[in-house]
């Protein structure tokens, strides 16, 4: 980890970068904002950890938690709320076996996050697959792509035997 971070701070300390750079370089290069990478950076630039998450919860970009390999976004606008988004997110959470309250799946497979709107309101209710726009979802659409997620999964295991 400390190899990885010493390349984060000397991209820092050449650009004259940002706290939002780092978190950001330090997000790309763990997949999420590390406790340990955070309290190791501020130790280095004696500046307060309070101040790396207050910049790192502000914005949504940023995640303090491991996600999935697979990340689902949920649009959750008025336009596909009212076509019927929480439905298909309920569905996802029960087939992808996410805990109620969570939202990656314990094998950190499948990250499934909700937010406020897309800006695709013509084609709701919209889900995104890995930066993949679809929509007008249905629940047949949606246990589609699910079990072609999983199918990635199986090949991946096929191959590896």
């Given at each position: 980890?400390?190899?990885?971070?010493?390349?984060?701070?000397?991209?820092?300390?050449?650009?004259?970068?940002?706290?939002?750079?780092?978190?950001?370089?330090?997000?790309?290069?763990?997949?999420?904002?590390?406790?340990?990478?955070?309290?190791?950076?501020?130790?280095?630039?004696?500046?307060?950890?309070?101040?790396?998450?207050?910049?790192?919860?502000?914005?949504?970009q940023?995640?303090?938690?491991?996600?999935?390999?697979?990340?689902?976004?949920?649009c959750?606008?008025?336009?596909?709320?009212?076509?019927?988004?929480?439905?298909?997110i309920?569905?996802?959470?029960?087939?992808?076996?996410?805990?109620?309250?969570?939202?990656?799946?314990?094998?950190?497979?499948?990250?499934?996050?909700?937010?406020?709107?897309?800006?695709?309101?013509?084609?709701?209710?919209?889900?995104?697959?890995?930066?993949?726009?679809?929509?007008?979802?249905?629940?047949?659409?949606?246990?589609?792509?699910?079990?072609?997620?999983?199918?990635?999964?199986?090949?991946?295991?096929?191959?590896?035997?």
């Amino acid at each position: 980890m400390e190899e990885k971070l010493e390349g984060i701070m000397s991209r820092y300390q050449e650009n004259e970068g940002n706290l939002i750079s780092i978190l950001q370089d330090v997000e790309s290069e763990f997949g999420y904002l590390r406790e340990d990478a955070i309290y190791w950076i501020s130790e280095r630039l004696d500046v307060p950890p309070a101040k790396f998450y207050g910049v790192a919860t502000f914005y949504a970009q940023f995640h303090l938690k491991p996600r999935g390999k697979d990340v689902i976004t949920a649009c959750c606008g008025t336009a596909c709320h009212v076509k019927g988004s929480e439905r298909l997110i309920n569905s996802l959470l029960n087939e992808l076996s996410i805990p109620k309250g969570e939202d990656t799946s314990e094998d950190l497979r499948f990250t499934v996050e909700k937010v406020n709107c897309v800006g695709a309101c013509s084609i709701a209710p919209v889900i995104i697959f890995n930066k993949t726009v679809h929509g007008k979802m249905t629940p047949d659409k949606l246990k589609k792509e699910i079990k072609t997620l999983k199918g990635g999964e199986q090949q991946q295991v096929e191959n590896s035997e």
